[in-house]
């Protein structure tokens, strides 16, 4: 992403590319689920559009209550960012940085070499 996400004015991001993030200093669902929404729209709008819908349904259907701490907005969170990470390139995901949680975007994917295995009792690899 070559610009941070602004939800105020809907600036939106053109790229996802690796090392770029959105950074609200907060994992509040209320500040990230917006801005990955605008990612989002960006990629594919019409799931962009049906996940709006079933949002929009979910805050009509509970107006008095604060549902964006409810564990089905902490479950659409974890989708929009399974769903960003469709778009980033080979070997990269969209989500929490592992050093800072805080920090979202596209980082680099730990490789783990699933051809070796390990021998946990003397901890070496068995090749």
């Known amino acids: ?67 964006w701490d409810d564990i089905v907005m902490i479950e659409f969170c974890f989708v929009l960012q399974d769903e960003l990470s469709k778009f980033c390139p080979d070997n990269y995901y969209f989500g929490a940085h592992t050093g800072n949680g805080s920090d979202f975007g596209v980082w680099p994917c730990d490789y783990i070499d699933y051809d070796i295995d390990y021998d946990i009792d003397n901890k070496k690899d068995v090749i």
């Open 1 to 67: 992403m070559n610009t941070k996400t602004d939800i105020k004015t809907d600036t939106k991001i053109e790229l996802l590319t690796p090392g770029s993030y959105v950074n609200y200093r907060s994992l509040r669902n209320d500040d990230l689920i917006p801005a990955f929404m605008i990612i989002l729209r960006n990629y594919d709008k019409d799931l962009h559009d049906q996940y709006l819908m079933a949002m929009g349904q979910l805050l009509l259907d509970a107006p008095d209550q604060d549902i």
